[in-house]
T-cell receptor, first 112, second 112 residues
């Protein structure tokens, strides 16, 4: 599975969009980009995933560059409850079932 | 964490004692997983299950055993707890397509 690089921490004002970047320059053609987040003392929560097209769901939007070497998770209107550690993971769905490599992620602090 | 219950939520035990953690799901998902989370190591897979009585080892399985006699229950047993097994344990479930994992709220285990 490809390695990802994320900033250690970010701040965002409440009500503004939070844009969380992720670099995955060694991504393979069959690997998806997944985003999870972990709110303090809770289990990780799936947010969104995509292969090459931009994706949107009720939680967030995922923008993947055309060369697929980087992506951005967008929380359109961040709230205080979005304060969490956000993990970008790249993997092929059929590979090593369950072996998620979460890394250190980005700690997003949403401020009033 | 809808549909996934971990018990107990917190446990303190002594070195050398057996400990069993339980994961119960109401989603009828086929795959279940046990992870541990430690500072500096992220989430690491202990054991996982493809179905009833069908289990396999993850990356940190030494000292742990699992059982799955029913679709909804996945038990993690520490036969003789050690201080190095002090950790937060997360259960997760998914469907075989493995598009996304759903995690429980975790069990904080302290081995003294």
């Amino acid at each position: 599975d490809a390695k990802t690089t994320q900033p250690t921490s970010m701040d965002c004002a409440e009500g503004r969009a939070a844009n969380l970047p992720c670099n995955h320059s060694t991504i393979s053609g069959n690997e998806y980009v997944y985003w999870y987040r972990q709110i303090h003392s809770q289990g990780p929560q799936y947010i969104i995933h995509g292969l090459k097209n931009n994706e949107t769901n009720e939680m967030a939007s995922l923008i993947i560059t055309e060369d697929r070497k980087s992506s951005t998770l967008i929380l359109p209107h961040a709230t205080l409850r979005d304060t969490a550690v956000y993990y970008c993971i790249v993997r092929a769905p059929s590979s090593n079932t369950g072996k998620l490599i979460f890394g250190q992620g980005t700690t997003l602090q949403v401020k009033p | 964490d809808a549909g996934i219950t971990q018990s107990p939520r917190h446990k303190v035990t002594e070195t050398g004692t057996p400990v069993t953690l339980r994961c119960h799901q109401t989603e009828n998902h086929r795959y279940m997983y046990w992870y541990r989370q430690d500072p500096g190591h992220g989430l690491r897979l202990i054991h996982y299950s493809y179905g009833v009585k069908d289990t396999d080892k993850g990356e940190v399985s030494d000292g742990y055993s699992v059982s799955r006699s029913k679709t909804e229950d996945f038990l993690l047993t520490l036969e003789s707890a050690t201080s190095s097994q002090t950790s937060v344990y997360f259960c997760a479930i998914s469907e075989p397509s493995w598009e996304k994992l759903f995690f429980g709220s975790g069990t904080q285990l302290s081995v003294l």
